[in-house]
């Protein structure tokens, strides 16, 4: 199985920009179609991005389109979210997750980082 450690989060701005990283280890990360979810306090876990094991698809939930960039690089075994133009409603505890190949759901979750912007 595959663990994952994120890093990366912060208390910035309104306005500003944050990168997360989710670095796996004991598996390859290229087995894995690999994910961004994010919980605010008091709120349901909810999708944020997705992205393929190549790194050739990816998917936004529509809050973060054009604002969020999620990228992988096997060769590190880190997937990143590049988090632009931040908002207050953005705060919340990101984690990252990992799908194996031909599963329906994601198996294997990071801690979490928390990120908090302020307005």
């Known amino acids: 199985q595959v663990q994952l450690v994120e890093s990366g989060g912060g208390l910035v701005q309104a306005g500003g920009s944050l990168r997360l990283s989710c670095l796996a280890s004991g598996r390859t990360l290229s087995d894995y179609a690999m994910a961004w979810f994010r919980q605010a306090h008091g709120k349901e876990r909810e999708f944020v991005a997705r992205i393929s094991r190549s790194g050739g698809n990816t998917y936004y939930e529509d809050s973060v389109k054009g604002r969020f960039i999620i990228s992988r690089d096997n060769a590190k075994n880190t997937v990143y979210l590049q988090m632009n133009s931040l908002k207050p409603e953005d705060t919340a505890v990101y984690s990252c997750?990992?799908?194996?190949?031909?599963?329906?759901?994601?198996?294997?979750w990071g801690q979490g980082t928390q990120v908090t912007v302020s307005s």
């Open positions: 997750a990992a799908q194996p190949s031909g599963a329906p759901t994601y198996d294997y």
